[in-house]
């Protein structure tokens, strides 16, 4: 396993969420972009450590609870690491829970997490964010 597969692997293993979080903006570069899928409830591409964790981050840890992002597999080919994985969690506003198969897709340059593209399958997501009875 080369250097960039271990610089993602920190941002998804460490031994908390804050852990995470730290490795994660070390690892970020000034200008990453970091684009949530069409249907999650954070669409949109974020420009850059403050717009990713507040736009993205901030908002997961504030309107989920226990919500996480397990990955069973890692795939590295030169300065592309792909994460594939399991989202879980409970939205607060509603009280349901969810799981959801999702892939992250990271381009690196010299070393930083210059992109991030995530595949989620939205429609797990969806059910939890929807009032019961819809």
């Given at each position: 396993?080369?250097?960039?597969?271990?610089?993602?692997?920190?941002?998804?293993?460490g031994?908390?969420?804050?852990?995470?979080?730290?490795?994660?903006?070390?690892a970020?570069?000034?200008?990453?972009?970091?684009?949530?899928?069409?249907?999650?409830?954070?669409?949109?591409?974020?420009?850059?450590?403050?717009?990713?964790?507040?736009?993205?981050?901030?908002?997961?840890?504030?309107?989920w609870?226990?919500?996480?992002?397990?990955?069973?597999?890692?795939?590295?080919?030169?300065?592309?690491?792909?994460a594939?994985?399991?989202?879980?969690?409970?939205?607060?506003?509603?009280?349901?829970?969810?799981?959801?198969?999702?892939?992250?897709?990271?381009?690196?340059?010299?070393?930083?997490?210059?992109?991030?593209?995530?595949?989620?399958?939205?429609?797990?997501?969806q059910?939890?964010?929807?009032?019961?009875?819809?």
């Open positions: 396993m080369g250097g960039n597969l271990d610089l993602i692997r920190a941002t998804y293993e031994s908390s969420s804050e852990e995470n979080g730290r490795n994660l903006l070390a970020l570069a000034p200008d990453a972009a970091w684009t949530e899928a069409e249907g999650f409830p954070y669409a949109g591409t974020y420009v850059g450590p403050d717009a990713i964790i507040s736009g993205v981050f901030r908002r997961l840890a504030a309107e609870t226990g919500y996480r992002a397990d990955v069973h597999t890692y795939l590295e080919d030169g300065d592309r690491v792909a594939f994985g399991v989202y879980s969690g409970t939205y607060k506003a509603t009280g349901k829970s969810m799981r959801a198969t999702f892939a992250h897709l990271y381009l690196l340059k010299n070393g930083k997490i210059a992109s991030m593209t995530q595949y989620v399958d939205t429609a797990m997501v059910k939890a964010l929807q009032p019961a009875g819809h």
